[in-house]
């Protein structure tokens, strides 16, 4: 962020100049700070005290907080603890306009999913069932870590799924030609 500090009646110091850089890194919990967020900061002197002015342009908008003071550090600290007051304003509106808008997606979502017909083929797969005895299928399913295994029988010579039931015992589904 660039830090702008201008002096009205009075010499700005580095070390006022520095401590308006320290309070102003406050900001980097909220945003990703880069050269595009400017920070301009006005330092009067009048008879009845210090008056620091903190304009911040930042991509949400516009800060600015304006504190009169005896003295000038505290008036930075008051201003500091006013920008971020808005800043966490700002940051409530847009999270409950965005909560708003998730939600309607949300519910658009759902009418989209009740709307579809039919489930769809997502995905083809071809296999070569080979030629095995069942306890080898059951025994590659296992190691293969399915809960079916597609396999040609060594008896019958047909196509037969071995799959693994919900009771944790095995089940055998044989096809039958006409």
């Excluded at 830090?3 to 900001?27: C, P, S, W």
């Excluded at 595009?36 to 009845?48: F, Q």
């Excluded at 965005?98 to 039919?118: C, G, M, P, V, Y």
């Excluded at 069942?134 to 010579?157: P, R």
């Amino acid at each position: 962020m660039l830090v702008y500090i201008h002096g009205k009646n009075v010499d700005i110091t580095d070390a006022m100049h520095q401590r308006v850089e320290d309070k102003l890194k406050f900001m980097e919990k909220y945003f990703d700070l880069d050269d595009s967020y400017r920070a301009n900061v006005v330092v009067s002197v009048y008879p009845d005290g210090q008056k620091v002015e903190v304009t911040i342009t930042t991509k949400i908008g516009l800060l600015r907080a304006e504190v009169k003071h005896d003295d000038f550090y505290a008036a930075l600290d008051l201003s500091v603890d006013k920008l971020e007051d808005q800043i966490r304003r700002h940051k409530t509106k847009l999270s409950r306009k965005n909560k708003e808008s998730l939600a309607q997606s949300f519910l658009n979502l759902i009418e989209e999913s009740e709307n579809e017909d039919e489930p769809k083929l997502v995905r083809t797969k071809t296999i070569v069932a080979e030629s095995m005895e069942l306890n080898d299928a059951i025994l590659n399913m296992e190691l293969l870590g399915h809960s079916f295994f597609i396999y040609t029988d060594e008896e019958t010579e047909d196509i037969a799924v071995v799959y693994k039931r919900k009771d944790g015992d095995y089940g055998l589904l044989e096809v039958e030609r006409e």
